[in-house]
């Protein structure tokens, strides 16, 4: 038995997965062991420390490039920057979920089965100031997406996903308001993800057969053989693809999208708009870039249609929305082809600009639900788009927010839209995508009209009394909207440095 | 003096301003308006100074200066100015303090915020100056789209009855086409070795895929054809410019709409010289169609804003076969009629504004014998739709000229053709004339107490530099054709035409002098 020795370790550079795993775990027990009264508090900094230590470390290693723990975990530039990205954008979310000011109890409740409203509800919300297991859930959401990015073989990535996703259906369901809507949007997500998960593991399971191993430098190897069955190789991919690209939200696996991000609270919804985003496409970028690079040819036109039909299905259901939140989650899609067609590009800079398309994207959509959960009536948030007819005179500096925020989504200069729309389709187009930014082009224009109606509704319709009040943020959402909104205006003057940055970084280890 | 950064203070200045007034509380709405007027006066002074320290027979593109942007695209602040930006830039500094105090009392009927509007106004200003002042295609991309939020704020927010949607169908034609361009503007910089320095483009065009120059070409030739607007993308504009206030719409065919035909001259026919030959005649048809179909449409319109609107699209007509037939004069003529048009639409706009504002209807059913009240008011109308029908004496008469000279030498068919437009043009004018002030006085006129109030000594303000300039520049071109000569023969040096035999620089040298 002398032969098996245990792999090597880089604790190193393990670091930021192991503090929010870690970090996670003693959430919980604090959970079990801090009395009520002070349990947000303590969770809330807490989960502040843990993200912000992580975050050091990925800095603190920037120059890592290595792979480790036998191949499972690769440490390179896309892995940092994403992590990195996740954890800037999780601190986002983070703010957003620990605000506990807006709504008595917050938005988030730990005894869903009470009826809303009833004296026992009251009661629950005045003891305790909401679910506090939200934040260890949270963590392990976050650690998990660290590790996805991270993940150099089929199966850590598997394992991340699940560890990642799990949570995540948990907070779908505990929304405070509209709880029946929160609760079928987290079935509906849990099952949908089962299901996209155990596409993923069959395909996984036909790349084994296919290359004899799950380490993506095999897989790479095998697709270069052209002896080695096609049949498992493609069937593989596919299935694979499957699982990915139901987690980023691309059509035809995009149904779930819109019920899911209208259910769930919303806090939770911006962080799967910003988080997961930056997470299934760091994992397909990597899938695609480093695994099946030899294929491409094969894949590109398939994958482009997914685009084509992505950006076509976000932007014209956007059009017929009435919902805000489902507004945004059907320009979620569309932004999420958009992204594809970074993808597609298939060379170094379309890696690079779809890192910085997530980083921008993430930062804007955060303050965009942030804002969302600001716009309340006593039903709680008022998401009818009618509500919103003339907010613009009521609350000119939230309207004037949002405004900025959707003139990012129609990509208008001067804001991070417009500089990540730019560098995605000028590497699709050096990459000889132009079908695909013809396409990327018209849907622009498509997606136009939706955010240009809302701005109408803001600024030029009269109020009435439908008109909902905008609550006043308290100090951790005004701080994200804040970020948020500095964000799209900083990265749309000023992206050199975030640009080099990511140039920097676009090189994968294999 | 040519080292002075003019170029970034002038575009600059207003973007400051705007910040300044929009900080102004809403009560305080005298100090807003004397700010931003004070404001545009100083960046007509600096643009009066810049236009001394231009040597109009020096390098073609003067004051420039560059700034770094973002590194890694080669994007970078760069502006200079040739001729054709120069009376361009000449003429927004004009005319915004006109229509600032033009638009002095505009805000008080609603309830909005006056420092706002001015605020806008200004930011408006800076846009405008930037996109004309970029020698960067990036930096002029970036101008081209965001000049169209303070106009959509100033359409959507003080706006007459149907301002909603004239301003978003302003926005998403204008949107539709920057689009179009930002396709092309990446697709540019791809294949012209990663650069949007005007000057690196202009040096890389000729070794563009014939092809590939075809379709980048079209996808500006779009965006700027529904800027300028060219038939038969120009359903906007009547709408957004019957619903805007006067003297936003003022701007809005004075300046806004001169982007799209000073983009096909800088940037379609430069970057794509082959290309723009390839589809000059199409844009001459389309020129020539737009000139007779928005003249007839003009003669049926009711409403005083709408049919001035019109009346631009047929002037823009006019500009595009100027720009297309490839002739010296011709483009001289067609940039001279971008300045005059300026000058004559935008003061026709302004009177009918002070009509509008006096009568509350801008339908000209609701005017007759107007004259009779207000007899100074309606001469000054009177002479603006002369200069607008091109009067000899007036300065529209010399740019229609040229460009009809300049196209005959080459296209004779069109040149014929658009003579048509001029008679149309008289129809039109002269009936609205008719219609508005002269004839049997409308009785409902009466009622309205502001109609007997002739012209004030605010809008004689406004309205007598205009008239002196169109005077002025009917008889002496000289200064204005000067400073643009030597650009459009750069312009057509790029594009690779020679003017067709020595008769026409004979003609062309009678009339400029």
């Known amino acids: 038995m002398g032969d098996l020795k245990l792999p090597g370790i880089d604790y190193g550079a393990l670091l930021p997965m192991l503090i929010l795993f870690g970090a996670a775990c003693v959430g919980i027990l604090i959970e079990v062991f801090a009395p009520r009264r002070s349990r947000n508090v303590i969770q809330l900094s807490f989960a502040f420390l843990a993200v912000a230590a992580s975050f050091v470390a990925v800095v603190a290693q920037h120059n890592t490039r290595k792979i480790t723990i036998g191949g499972a975990v690769a440490v390179d530039g896309p892995t940092l920057f994403l992590q990195g990205s996740i954890l800037a954008l999780g601190a986002v979310s983070l703010m957003l979920i620990g605000e506990r000011s807006i709504e008595r109890g917050g938005p988030f409740v730990s005894q869903a089965a009470i009826t809303v409203g009833s004296q026992k509800d009251l009661k629950q919300a005045g003891d305790q100031p909401g679910a506090t297991e939200v934040y260890p859930l949270t963590l392990f959401a976050l650690g998990g997406m660290l590790l996805f990015v991270a993940a150099n073989d089929l199966l850590t990535m598997f394992v991340a996903l699940e560890v990642f996703s799990l949570p995540l259906y948990l907070l779908c369901a505990l929304a405070r308001r509209r709880r029946l809507l929160s609760q079928e949007a987290a079935l509906k997500y849990f099952l949908l993800g089962s299901y996209a998960s155990a596409f993923f593991l069959f395909g996984v399971a036909l790349i084994y057969g296919f290359s004899g191993g799950i380490a993506l430098s095999q897989v790479h190897a095998a697709v270069a053989d052209p002896q080695r069955s096609q049949v498992l190789l493609y069937g593989g991919l596919a299935l694979i693809a499957i699982g990915l690209l139901f987690k980023a939200a691309l059509a035809p696996f995009h149904v779930w999208t819109p019920d899911v991000y209208q259910g769930a609270p919303t806090p939770i919804t911006a962080l799967m708009a910003a988080c997961t985003k930056v997470a299934a496409f760091g994992a397909l970028l990597r899938i695609l870039y480093v695994a099946f690079d030899g294929v491409q040819w094969d894949f590109q036109p398939v994958l482009g249609t997914i685009a084509v039909l992505t950006m076509l299905v976000g932007a014209v259901l956007a059009i017929t929305q009435t919902d805000m939140k489902r507004l945004l989650a059907y320009s979620s899609i569309a932004n999420a082809g958009y992204l594809l067609v970074g993808v597609l590009a298939l060379n170094e800079e379309g890696l690079s600009s779809t890192m910085f398309y997530l980083v921008a994207y993430g930062f804007s959509v955060l303050a965009a639900f942030g804002i969302v959960t600001l716009v309340r009536d006593a039903d709680g948030e008022a998401t009818h788009l009618a509500r919103w007819a003339g907010l613009g005179r009521k609350s000119p500096l939230v309207a004037a927010a949002f405004t900025f925020i959707l003139l990012a989504f129609a990509g208008i200069p001067l804001t991070s839209g417009f500089t990540a729309k730019f560098a995605v389709f000028g590497a699709a187009i050096e990459g000889g995508q132009t079908w695909l930014v013809v396409f990327g082009v018209v849907t622009s224009m498509l997606l136009a009209f939706p955010y240009l109606r809302v701005v109408v509704l803001l600024w030029l319709s009269e109020p009435n009394e439908s008109t909902p009040t905008v609550s006043i943020p308290g100090f951790l959402t005004s701080a994200a909207l804040v970020i948020g909104v500095v964000a799209t205006f900083a990265l749309g003057v000023v992206p050199a440095p975030l640009i080099d940055l990511t140039r920097d970084a676009a090189q994968f280890v294999r | ?513």
């Open chain 2, 1 to 513: 003096m040519t080292d002075f950064p003019f170029l970034s203070i002038l575009t600059l200045l207003p973007l400051v301003g705007a910040v300044v007034v929009a900080l102004i509380p809403k009560q305080k709405a005298e100090l807003a308006k004397t700010i931003a007027f004070g404001w545009s006066l100083v960046v007509l002074v600096l643009s009066i100074v810049m236009w001394i320290a231009f040597q109009a027979g020096g390098d073609r593109f003067q004051f420039r200066e560059s700034y770094a942007w973002i590194p890694s695209w080669d994007a970078r602040f760069t502006f200079a100015a040739d001729g054709i930006a120069l009376v361009m830039l000449m003429l927004i500094a004009i005319l915004f303090p006109v229509v600032i105090l033009a638009s002095w009392h505009d805000v008080e009927k609603s309830n909005r915020s006056a420092p706002i509007y001015f605020s806008l106004l200004l930011a408006f200003e800076f846009t405008m100056i930037g996109v004309f002042a970029a020698a960067d295609v990036f930096l002029f991309y970036v101008f081209f789209e965001i000049m169209l939020i303070p106009m959509y704020f100033i359409i959507g927010s003080f706006g007459g009855p149907r301002r909603q949607y004239a301003a978003v169908k302003f926005f998403l034609y204008s949107l539709v086409g920057g689009l179009f361009m930002l396709a092309a503007v990446i697709g540019l910089w791809v294949v012209g070795g990663k650069t949007f320095d005007f000057g690196n483009l202009a040096q890389a065009a000729g070794s563009i895929d014939q092809n590939t120059a075809r379709w980048l070409f079209l996808g500006f030739f779009v965006a700027f054809a529904i800027k300028a607007p060219f038939f038969p993308f120009h359903t906007w504009l009547p709408d957004a410019g019957g619903a805007a206030p006067a003297g936003a719409a003022a701007l809005l065919v004075g300046v806004m709409d001169k982007v799209g035909t000073f983009g096909i001259l800088r940037y379609c026919l430069s970057l794509f010289p082959e290309a723009s030959r390839w589809f000059a005649p199409a844009a001459l048809v389309l020129g020539v169609i737009g000139i007779i179909y928005a003249a007839l449409l003009a003669v049926g319109q009711n409403d005083l804003k709408r049919l001035v609107s019109y009346t631009s699209i047929a002037h823009f007509g006019f500009i595009g076969i100027g720009i297309f037939a490839f002739t010296t004069q011709a483009g001289t003529g067609a940039v001279l009629y971008m300045v005059n048009h300026g000058l004559a639409t935008g003061l026709l706009f302004i009177v009918v504004g002070m009509f509008i504002a006096r009568r509350g209807s801008s339908l000209i059913s609701d005017f007759g014998g107007a004259g009779k009240l207000v007899p100074v008011l309606a001469g000054v109308f009177f002479s603006a739709g002369l200069a607008s029908l091109a009067l000899p004496g007036t300065a529209p008469f010399i740019s229609e000229f040229l460009v009809l000279i300049g196209t005959f030498t080459v296209h004779p068919a069109y040149a014929v053709v658009a003579t048509a437009g001029i008679i149309l043009a008289a129809a039109y004018v002269l009936w609205m004339v008719q219609r508005t002030t002269q004839g049997e006085l409308n009785p409902a006129l009466t009622e309205v107490p502001e109609m007997r109030k002739d012209i004030t000594l605010r809008e004689k303000v406004v309205v007598a530099p205009l008239v002196l300039l169109i005077i002025l520049l009917g008889f002496y071109p000289k200064p204005v054709t000067d400073v643009i000569n030597p650009a459009v023969e750069a312009t057509m040096q790029d594009v690779g035409v020679q003017d067709p035999g020595p008769t026409a620089v004979v003609a062309n040298e009678r009339v400029a002098r």
